[in-house]
């Protein structure tokens, strides 16, 4: 299993400015995702953090708007850069351990962030 | 784009009664899973199905995964407040994991 915790839990932000949420997780993973999720709804993938080279990002979403940073093999960051308020939402890290079909994906308790 | 659509959207029932919530799709699946999301919480995984027509049961919850490996369903026997929540099915394609598509979400609201 995995244990992950996030950094902030919640952030009230002005438009216009940056905010960096770190993900932290107790093991060593390979896999490391970023994820966005509207209250009650699905998620989203914003990207793949890949441990030294350049994170691997969905369609929708861009380096410039949401750089992400992986260090090392149980840390990440997520920059939410240039915010307005249709950033507004809630900001999941996300890991997988294991291997095969039954792998496991473990998720942290997420960053809440409203942007006015 | 392969979508996972789940139904209901919302259900809000009364402590005891029975519920099914399904999850559907036009694409096949290597691995399905079913997760539990709390508010404040990520999403928890409950089970995941990997062969065509299986059935898992996790105390009073049933996983079913399709025959064809493109739709999949979670019953609730005797559902208790506990079991409210947003529930979340993602699919996996073969070869290796893969990025897992999620469902649309059901929010599930039990009465006490």
């Known amino acids: 299993s995995a244990v992950i915790s996030q950094k902030p839990s919640r952030d009230i932000c002005q438009r216009g400015t940056s905010l960096t949420i770190q993900c932290q997780v107790d093991s060593q993973v390979t896999m490391m995702f970023w994820y966005r999720q509207q209250p009650g709804q699905s998620l989203t993938l914003i990207a793949t953090?890949?441990?030294?080279?350049?994170?691997?990002?969905e369609s929708g979403f861009v380096i410039d708007k949401f750089p992400i940073s992986r260090p090392n093999l149980t840390f990440s960051t997520l920059t939410v850069s240039n915010m307005s308020p249709e950033d507004s939402s809630i900001y999941l890290c996300s890991v997988v351990v294991g291997s095969g079909v039954y792998n496991e994906q473990f998720f942290g308790p997420g960053t809440r962030l409203t942007v006015l | 784009t392969q979508l996972l659509e789940q139904s209901p959207q919302f259900l809000s029932i009364q402590e005891g009664e029975n519920l099914t919530v399904y999850c559907n799709s036009s694409s096949v699946f290597s691995s399905l899973q079913w997760y539990r999301q709390e508010p404040g919480e990520g999403p928890v995984l409950l089970v995941t199905v990997v062969t065509g027509g299986e059935v898992k049961k996790l105390k009073r919850l049933t996983f079913q995964f399709g025959d064809a490996r493109k739709d999949s369903s979670l019953h609730i026997t005797a559902a208790q407040p506990g079991d409210t929540g947003l529930y979340l099915c993602?699919?996996?394609?073969?070869?290796?994991?893969?990025?897992?598509?999620f469902g649309t979400g059901t929010k599930l609201q039990v009465i006490p």
């Open positions: 993602a699919g996996a394609r073969s070869g290796g994991y893969q990025k897992v598509t």
């Open positions: 953090a890949n441990q030294g080279s350049e994170a691997t990002y």
